[in-house]
């Protein structure tokens, strides 16, 4: 069973950067995908990127170009780079792990996910 554990959240002013990074329990096919989606208050959540364990990078268009996944595979961490942060990305990010991108970037069953990390930009 995958557990996600993330870090790196807090409060930070408009243009500040954040990194977040998310912990495996193990890296096995049900999570061969990592990444992260967020959800702001009252609204829908929203897939934002995806790394693929062999490499392959999916990213939302609302972040392409601010926001940055890697990985480490060795210790079975994912990262985001958050540049350039805006009013508008103020909201819980969580890790998110499946056996594709899409499990990772949309809520289905085989989606597991992390407890969630407060980003609050002002």
């Known amino acids: 069973h995958v557990q996600l554990v993330e870090s790196g959240g807090g409060s930070v002013q408009v243009g500040e950067s954040l990194r977040l990074s998310c912990v495996a329990s193990?890296?096995?096919?049900?999570?061969?995908?990592m990444g992260w989606f967020r959800q702001a208050q009252g609204q829908e959540r929203e897939g934002l990127a995806c790394i693929e364990r062999r490499g392959r990078i999916h990213y939302a268009a609302s972040v392409k170009g601010r926001f940055t996944i890697s990985q480490d595979n060795a210790k079975n961490t994912i990262y985001l780079q958050m540049n350039d942060l805006k009013p508008e990305d103020t909201a819980v990010y969580y890790c998110?792990?499946?056996?594709?991108?899409?499990?990772?970037?949309?809520?289905?069953?085989?989606?597991?996910r992390g407890q969630g990390t407060q980003v609050t930009v002002s």
């Open positions: 193990t890296r096995n096919a049900d999570a061969d995908s």
């Open positions: 998110a792990a499946g056996p594709f991108c899409r499990h990772v970037l949309t809520a289905t069953p085989q989606t597991i």
